[in-house]
């Protein structure tokens, strides 16, 4: 567990020491959802201007067979990355943040590493970081990513810890 510890240390670190490059998304806003290996739902993104590369981002998303409400929410840098071989515009994301989840009676928790059934409805806070791809489209307002979301629960542990999705997004630009 103390490695995850240093593992969000130093991606927090990394967020706020690499160069930035502007030329980065072309939005301020983007609305959509999010398909991922445990939870899916909601997402939405938010840049201060189009030529910011630091934004936010909020999710709202339920754990699949678990009955679980789960709120993100992400400090995000966002780079644009060239590539002669692809020719599209494609953009690297990487960020902290935090969560808070709610889950039904019956989920569990790690407890001195075993299984401990939670007998009520259970909560658990914990820190995130998020490191991913996304690729907006010229000739739609519409944004394609895929992002890797490690996590750790401070309250309450539970069995995973790390989330691989999907989203697609509506950009205002």
Do not use: C, W
Request: proline share 4%; aromatic share 14%.
């Amino acid at each position: 567990m103390k490695f995850k510890n240093i593992y969000l240390l130093i991606a927090s670190a990394l967020m706020f020491s690499l160069p930035i490059n502007t030329i980065a998304q072309d939005y301020t806003t983007a609305i959509g959802i999010k398909a991922g290996k445990f939870s899916s739902g909601l997402s939405a993104r938010y840049f201060f201007d189009t030529s910011s590369s630091i934004g936010l981002e909020g999710n709202l998303t339920f754990k699949k067979n678990f009955g679980t409400a789960l709120a993100t929410v992400f400090v995000e840098r966002q780079t644009g990355l060239r590539n002669r071989i692809l020719q599209a515009p494609i953009d690297f994301i990487y960020g902290v943040g935090a969560h808070v989840a709610m889950y039904k009676e019956g989920y569990y928790r790690i407890r001195n590493g075993e299984k401990d059934q939670y007998y009520g409805k259970g909560m658990s806070i914990g820190l995130d970081a998020i490191v991913g791809l996304e690729h907006p489209f010229s000739f739609a307002p519409l944004t394609v990513g895929i992002e890797v979301n490690p996590f750790y629960d401070i309250v309450n542990p539970g069995p995973e810890f790390v989330d691989i999705a999907v989203s697609v997004r509506y950009a205002f630009r």
